[in-house]
């Protein structure tokens, strides 16, 4: 896959789950960074054939980017194996962009999903994990 496939709310699970690696583009029409950013993203989907490539218009989907907790455009977010191991707004350099994507191809998604499932153990054994109003100094 090379071409930049646009995501919906209808879509989104579907494509998460059925592709190992996906990259998504939240964009809008009224920005600036997100309009010089488009091909850059365009032509590393021609480099990284093996990663699935997506965008979402932030004002056309906006369930969808409120649920993902969408506030800054561009916003780039990563999926491997339905885990979102990503999520940075702003719009980077081609070559960061490669980088990124190494980075994510590389993960070890065993260690990944074993550190997911530790937290999750730590989340229903009571401990309360919010710190507001805690002193750590």
């Known amino acids: 896959m090379s071409e930049v496939v646009v995501l919906t709310k209808d879509t989104f699970e579907d494509t998460v789950s059925k592709n190992d690696t996906v990259i998504i583009d939240f964009w809008a029409d009224w920005c600036g960074p997100c309009k010089?950013?488009?091909p850059v993203y365009e032509e590393a989907a021609t480099r990284h054939t093996d990663v699935a490539f997506t965008k979402v218009d932030t004002e056309d989907q906006q369930e969808l980017s409120q649920a993902l907790g969408i506030r800054?455009?561009?916003t780039l977010?990563?999926?491997r194996d339905g885990i979102q191991i990503f999520a940075e707004p702003g719009a980077i350099p081609g070559h960061a962009l490669d980088d990124l994507l190494g980075q994510a191809k590389a993960l070890d998604m065993d260690?990944?999903?074993a550190k997911i499932a530790e937290h999750a153990e730590h989340d229903h054994e009571g401990h309360d994990h919010d710190h507001e109003g805690h002193?750590?100094?």
């Open 135 to 137: 002193d750590h100094d």
């Open 72 to 74: 800054a455009m561009p």
């Open 111 to 113: 260690e990944v999903r």
């Open 36 to 38: 010089s950013f488009a």
């Open 77 to 79: 977010m990563i999926f």
